[in-house]
């Protein structure tokens, strides 16, 4: 009888080169020492995710209580009739006519452009697009095995995009799309149609995809006005926009967006990646559609409490000496450039070093919505998403520990 054989080591499995380029996220990473503040019992002011405190809209959970299935189905990869067309119904009303084929359901913006960079991109291709960025298509990137090709915007300038000469520096063989936010996460800056109008003369010029995240259209301050690039001339192939009912509505959690395209092509390609996931949110669908009965009350409501909101942290923090910023004119983020050498550290320390009538802040370091290294170091993005009181005391806590950071460290 042979001698039973002995068990030997495994060989280690290594976890593959994209699932390590996948960054950690700069807005959620310092969550533990916020964690930790609050243990000690600190009220952690939260200025570093987009997470509004506004309500939901009525209409909305009210519909919730009104679903009488027994069974919570499956529903079409593609979303809902209801919800798809409540969706072209909204475009309708911006004067943006979309097709039932036009308009597909994604599980949030987040799942929308991960289906687009995909649908647009081979492994190994480029996509263009201007730092500092929303941080998570930086993840969506590693995703999709695609490099991301950055244009710095420049707070002096608003962060509006670069001249055309810059873009036509950039561009290789490998470019594939060109992505823009806008309203921008995290610089607040909106496009002007000149300058979408020169970014659609470059997508045109060399046969690049234009990939629009468009998701806080509503979010316009002093007058100004969102162009969609759904109406550019002679882009109805090339234009990709995200949206997204987390911020309109107030309703982050429900995980509901959409993708539009008149690129039959594309529009096929993402169905197939839907089909694959199968469907998104049911619940959150047949909610979605109560939304169509909000006029323009709502929004001007909306948009009327976050300038307001947008107004007290610009005064309150260009008083602070050494802090630079533009006024914002949409979204409700900023970039702020701080009398530090480490915004990081100050963050940090803000939460286990600091505190000011039994509070402190949390804001997102902005290094990791730059791509290229050693951009952003001195910067923090700030999401104006509390109350008013809330933010007044949220600039008395920054400005309080500003001067003794600076001193703790020989600044």
Not at 42 to 64: K, S
Not at 176 to 192: D, E, L, R
Not at 220 to 248: H, N, P, Q, W
Request: with cysteine; net charge neutral.
């Amino acid at each position: 009888m042979s001698e039973p054989k002995t068990a030997t080591s495994a060989k280690p499995a290594s976890v593959s080169a994209r699932g390590r380029l996948v960054p950690a996220s700069p807005i959620r990473k310092l969550a533990p020492f916020a964690e930790e503040a609050k243990q000690r019992g600190l009220h952690v002011y939260h200025l570093n995710i987009g997470q509004p405190d506004i309500e939901t809209p009525a209409v909305m959970r009210e519909q919730l209580k009104l679903i009488g299935e027994k069974t919570y189905e499956y529903t079409p990869s593609g979303g809902t009739k209801a919800y798809v067309d409540s969706i072209r119904k909204y475009y309708e009303g911006l004067g943006i006519p979309l097709g039932a084929g036009e308009v597909l359901g994604t599980t949030g913006g987040s799942e929308a452009l991960q289906f687009a960079f995909i649908a647009c991109t081979d492994p190994g291709d480029e996509i263009l697009i201007t730092e500092p960025f929303y941080t998570n298509y930086r993840a969506f990137a590693a995703i999709a095995g695609v490099e991301m090709v950055p244009l710095l915007s420049r707070g002096e300038d608003g962060f509006h995009l670069p001249a055309r000469e810059e873009w036509e520096k950039a561009v290789t063989s490998r470019t594939k799309a060109v992505v823009i936010t806008n309203p921008n996460n995290p610089t607040g800056t909106i496009y002007s149609r000149d300058e979408l109008e020169m970014i659609a003369g470059f997508c045109r010029d060399h046969g690049l995809f234009l990939i629009s995240d468009e998701v806080y259209r509503e979010f316009v301050y002093d007058g100004a006005k969102a162009v969609s690039a759904l109406t550019l001339e002679g882009m109805s192939e090339l234009v990709i926009v995200v949206d997204s009912l987390s911020k309109r509505f107030s309703a982050c959690g429900i995980r509901l967006g959409a993708l539009c395209t008149r690129n039959q092509g594309i529009f096929e390609a993402v169905l197939h990646m839907a089909q694959g996931r199968l469907s998104p949110p049911g619940l959150a669908q047949a909610i979605a559609p109560a939304a169509a009965t909000l006029g323009a009350e709502f929004y001007d409501g909306v948009v009327s409490e976050y300038q307001k909101r947008r107004d007290i942290l610009f005064e309150g923090l260009t008083k602070i000496p050494g802090v630079f910023l533009r006024k914002p004119e949409g979204a409700f983020y900023f970039i702020a450039r701080l009398p530090v050498e480490d915004a990081e550290d100050f963050a940090r320390w803000l939460l286990t070093d600091f505190s000011l009538d039994k509070g402190t802040v949390m804001v997102a370091p902005a290094a990791g919505f730059y791509a290229t290294q050693g951009r952003g170091l001195n910067e923090v993005r700030i999401a104006y998403v509390l109350k008013g009181d809330d933010l007044r005391q949220a600039v008395k806590i920054l400005a309080a520990a500003l001067p003794v950071y600076r001193k703790a460290r020989g600044i």
